[in-house]
């Protein structure tokens, strides 16, 4: 008999499953079911940037690309960012082309952090930044974040955590799963912080073309000193509705992005060709689209934030990415609890806090990355389930 255990790779086994993908799946297996449970635009990709990978396929551009990905989409990113954010990056050496932005996380992770070496992780975040640090060795240290501080890092929580041993910060804002931002004064509180140490940071800036409020989108390498020690994560998975294109890219200092480009050149190669020429008609054409979508998405957004509150369920406005993180203590049930009898009793999927950290207990993800009939008839359930409590 085979021991598989003893075969096994003893970070990989310690690593817990995704607590998203456990309600998906579940929800999947129910035709009556409405999932609210999966971070994915419900929008097709935009047809002209369709258009433009399929012409590629057409034209018979079926080839390997640079590891570092076509030099075209490089030059659309790097002019992306001189728009955006007044950034200047050589598309040569400090853009790196990769399979979606968590190949670009997981990369970045594993060229800076030694075994034993900490990272700092605010929570609730995204499940994969716990996992990808542990798999690399390093020691994840969570940054628990409060709803009464709209789920922001604040500066005094920062300092308090670092110690000898912390190589790196992942500031994950617009935050998935609660919505939260960062403002330019909020951002430059946490960089001064920054400036007294070593520590590199990984900005996972994903949901940056999604924000409501009057303040674009700051991103964190604007800032003073920042561009030289921070690893910018962006792609085009949320923006342009292109989730399974995985497509995403990441930006740094080239002292840092030779090293992880060589991680994504053993492990990967390049990111699909296809996806790329897709990719530099999104950039070129594609800002109407972001803007048409985002407008959606903010309709969806107050529509939720009013249901959720007429059910009792009390929830910060979030003003970020796609996602609400009501709180559901008043019912008396755990996240868990909440959950799995949401699911079984009316048929409606939504993600247990906890999955995305200790402090995301009390809370439940809802995504609105649905249409509004979709969540129509969801809110209709969930009230009922809440009136039968």
Same mark, same amino acid.
């Not at 060795?137 to 000898?164: S, W």
């Given at each position: 008999?085979?021991?598989?255990?003893?075969?096994?790779?003893?970070?990989?086994?310690? $690593?817990?499953?995704?607590?998203?993908?456990?309600?998906?799946?579940?929800?999947?297996?129910?035709?009556?079911?409405?999932?609210?449970?999966?971070?994915?635009?419900?929008?097709?990709?935009?047809?002209?940037?369709?258009?433009?990978?399929?012409?590629?396929?057409?034209?018979?551009?079926?080839?390997?690309?640079?590891?570092?990905?076509?030099?075209?989409?490089?030059?659309?990113?790097?002019?992306?960012?001189?728009?955006?954010?007044?950034?200047?990056?050589?598309?040569?050496?400090?853009?790196?082309?990769?399979?979606?932005?968590?190949?670009?996380?997981?990369?970045?992770?594993?060229?800076? $952090?030694?075994?034993?070496?900490?990272?700092?992780?605010?929570?609730?975040?995204?499940?994969?930044?716990?996992?990808?640090? *542990?798999?690399? @060795?390093?020691?994840?240290?969570?940054?628990?974040?409060?709803?009464?501080? *709209?789920?922001?890092?604040?500066?005094?929580?920062?300092?308090?955590?670092?110690?000898?041993?912390?190589?790196?910060?992942?500031?994950?804002?617009?935050?998935?799963?609660?919505?939260?931002?960062?403002?330019?004064?909020?951002?430059?509180?946490?960089?001064?912080?920054?400036?007294?140490?070593?520590?590199?940071?990984?900005?996972?800036?994903?949901?940056?073309?999604?924000?409501?409020?009057?303040?674009?989108?700051?991103?964190?390498?604007?800032?003073?000193?920042?561009?030289?020690?921070?690893?910018? $994560?962006?792609?085009?998975?949320?923006?342009?509705?292109?989730?399974?294109?995985?497509?995403?890219?990441?930006?740094?200092?080239?002292?840092?992005?030779?090293?992880?480009?060589?991680?994504?050149?053993?492990?990967?190669?390049?990111?699909?060709?296809?996806? *790329?020429?897709?990719?530099?008609?999104?950039?070129?054409?594609?800002?109407?689209?972001?803007?048409?979508?985002?407008?959606?998405?903010?309709?969806?957004?107050?529509?939720?934030?009013?249901?959720?509150?007429?059910?009792?369920?009390?929830?910060?406005?979030?003003? @970020?990415?796609?996602?609400?993180?009501?709180?559901?203590?008043?019912?008396?049930?755990?996240?868990?609890?909440?959950?799995?009898?949401?699911?079984?009793?009316?048929?409606?999927?939504?993600?247990?806090?906890?999955?995305?950290?200790?402090?995301?207990?009390?809370?439940?993800?809802?995504?609105?990355?649905?249409?509004?009939?979709?969540?129509?008839?969801?809110?209709?359930?969930?009230?009922?389930?809440?009136?039968?409590?």
């Amino acid at each position: 008999m085979v021991d598989y255990e003893q075969l096994l790779s003893e970070r990989v086994r310690e $690593v817990k499953p995704s607590g998203i993908r456990r309600f998906f799946d579940a929800a999947a297996a129910m035709p009556d079911a409405i999932s609210l449970g999966v971070g994915e635009p419900d929008f097709e990709t935009p047809w002209q940037i369709r258009r433009a990978g399929i012409q590629s396929l057409e034209k018979g551009k079926t080839f390997y690309t640079s590891n570092w990905g076509l030099a075209d989409l490089r030059k659309q990113i790097a002019a992306l960012t001189r728009r955006k954010y007044q950034l200047c990056y050589d598309a040569d050496n400090e853009i790196l082309v990769t399979v979606g932005g968590s190949e670009a996380i997981d990369n970045a992770i594993r060229a800076l $952090v030694n075994p034993g070496e900490e990272v700092l992780i605010p929570e609730p975040s995204f499940v994969c930044y716990t996992p990808l640090t *542990q798999m690399a @060795g390093g020691v994840p240290v969570p940054l628990p974040t409060l709803a009464c501080d *709209q789920f922001k890092l604040t500066p005094e929580r920062l300092r308090a955590a670092i110690t000898p041993r912390t190589k790196l910060l992942i500031l994950p804002y617009p935050n998935n799963p609660t919505g939260a931002i960062m403002t330019r004064a909020e951002l430059e509180a946490i960089a001064a912080v920054i400036r007294e140490t070593n520590i590199a940071v990984l900005s996972d800036e994903i949901y940056c073309s999604l924000t409501y409020g009057k303040e674009p989108h700051v991103c964190f390498a604007e800032l003073p000193g920042m561009q030289e020690r921070t690893i910018v $994560v962006d792609g085009f998975s949320k923006s342009y509705a292109m989730t399974g294109w995985r497509l995403g890219w990441a930006m740094g200092p080239k002292e840092l992005m030779k090293q992880i480009c060589k991680i994504h050149q053993f492990g990967i190669m390049s990111a699909p060709t296809t996806a *790329q020429f897709a990719g530099i008609e999104a950039i070129r054409t594609g800002e109407d689209d972001i803007e048409r979508m985002r407008n959606q998405y903010d309709i969806r957004r107050r529509y939720l934030l009013g249901e959720l509150r007429s059910m009792g369920l009390e929830c910060f406005e979030p003003q @970020g990415a796609f996602y609400m993180f009501p709180s559901i203590e008043s019912t008396g049930l755990s996240s868990e609890e909440f959950c799995e009898r949401l699911l079984q009793e009316q048929r409606v999927a939504v993600v247990p806090g906890n999955a995305f950290g200790v402090s995301g207990e009390g809370h439940v993800r809802i995504s609105y990355s649905y249409s509004m009939n979709h969540l129509r008839e969801a809110c209709f359930r969930m009230r009922k389930f809440l009136q039968s409590l």
